[in-house]
Nanobody, 113 residues
């Protein structure tokens, strides 16, 4: 079993920043590819950013230039630095161990004035 725990969400004004964390534990070893997804009310879950085991990153067009995904392998933790936040970034953000059914519980991000 693998446990993924997200943290760092909250309420922020437009233009602000947040950093999300996803800590992995349990039956996990080595460096794994990880993804961040989000789901807004009434919408499907969408891929926001990903980082491969080799460190290659990818981003949704809507967040390119504003969000940065990174990892600390020693801590088994993946981060999502979110800058210049917009109201349309409001969603529950989830991390996922790529190609697995392991998901975190989600962390709420609300961008509002």
């Amino acid at each position: 079993q693998v446990q993924l725990v997200e943290s760092g969400g909250g309420l922020v004004q437009p233009g602000g920043s947040l950093r999300l964390s996803c800590a992995a534990s349990g039956s996990i070893s080595g460096i794994n590819s990880m993804d961040w997804y989000r789901q807004a009310p009434g919408k499907e879950r969408e891929l926001v950013a990903g980082i491969s085991s080799g460190g290659r990153t990818n981003y949704a067009d809507s967040v390119k230039g504003r969000f940065t995904i990174s990892r600390d392998n020693a801590k088994n933790t993946v981060y999502l630095q979110m800058n210049i936040l917009k109201p349309e970034d409001t969603a529950v953000y989830y991390c996922n161990l790529r190609f697995s059914s392991y998901w975190g519980q989600g962390t709420q991000v609300t961008v509002s004035s």
